[in-house]
């Protein structure tokens, strides 16, 4: 995808629990000496019945938001590209909250269920 190859670098193993719904997993990646740079354990269970015990796809994403910010905060560094990449992951956090805002309008957050879809 991008040149840096980040794809062949990120490897993750997700569960599913006995009804085959999404649980938790992790995700680790190799720097270019071998050694695991990241990792990173992600939710598993519902979080209203298992509290937090894991990342949630939001903290990543902010994550990187906050990084490219203080890129963007040095003269050296600040650049159109960095700009537009804290917008789209803005965006996609916008998303993901609009999700959760669906989710608790139908009655359907901290559950296995899914809210409805537009047609």
Avoid at 85 to 95: D, G, N, S
Wanted: glycine residues 10%.
């Amino acid at each position: 995808m991008g040149i840096r190859q980040s794809e062949d670098k990120v490897r993750s193993n997700f569960t599913t629990d006995g009804d085959g719904n999404p649980t938790g997993g992790s995700t680790v990646m190799l720097g270019s000496d071998g050694i695991e740079v990241i990792e990173i354990t992600w939710q598993d269970g519902i979080v209203g019945e298992d509290g937090q015990n894991g990342a949630f796809i939001e903290d990543v994403l902010e994550a990187a938001r906050q990084r490219l910010l203080f890129f963007n905060d040095h003269p050296r560094f600040r650049c159109r590209e960095n700009s537009l990449a804290i917008t789209k992951i803005e965006e996609a956090l916008h998303w993901l909250d609009w999700r959760t805002r669906q989710r608790l309008r139908y009655g359907v957050e901290n559950t296995y269920g899914s809210h409805p879809q537009p047609d």
